[in-house]
């Protein structure tokens, strides 16, 4: 199980280089203006995940926060900003492999985060654990706050 267990993670990180790879093996010339906006929207994705992640560190980083819920920054519009951004990431990836040849192929990568962050190790853990050690101040933000797309708040 344990040599299974590895040989499954060899194989995700060959599956998501893919995007990468068919950019680097493109043989059009220069690139293509998809390619660039995919890069861009990585940048900003990134931008986006570094700013939730440094916001959740500052909250947990106040003593007078034990216990509490961060409703602050990013995380007033989404549960989960930090998964919102690291899949458009992914999705930024797949829009700039999409015009290589066979580039569409890619789009298991976004769909396989995604798979991960809404069914395997993102927000289901996360979520349970933030009910375990919160409970009713965490049930109301659920009922508020959308758990991945940032977005207005429920009254």
């Known amino acids: 199980m344990f040599l299974l267990f590895f040989e499954l993670q060899a194989l995700l990180v060959a599956l998501f280089a893919l995007p990468f790879l068919f950019i680097s093996f493109d ?77 569409w192929t890619t789009v298991v990568c976004p769909l396989l985060m995604l798979y991960f962050l809404f069914q395997v190790t993102g927000i289901p853990l996360t979520e349970e654990y933030s009910i375990k050690s919160k409970g009713d101040r965490y049930r109301d933000y659920q009922r508020t706050t959308s758990a991945f797309v940032p977005w207005f708040r429920k009254t």
């Not at 906006?37 to 916001?55: K, N, R, S, T, Y």
């Not at 690291?86 to 930024?92: G, M, P």
């Open 27 to 103: 043989p059009a010339p220069g690139f293509h203006s998809l390619t660039i906006a995919g890069a861009a929207l990585a940048v900003i994705a990134l931008c986006g995940e570094a700013a939730a992640d440094w916001q959740m560190q500052r909250f947990k980083a106040r003593a007078a926060n034990e216990g509490r819920v961060c409703e602050e920054g990013l995380w007033r519009y989404s549960r989960h900003p930090n998964y919102f951004f690291e899949s458009l990431i992914w999705w930024a990836f797949f829009l700039a492999a999409l015009p290589s040849p066979h580039g």
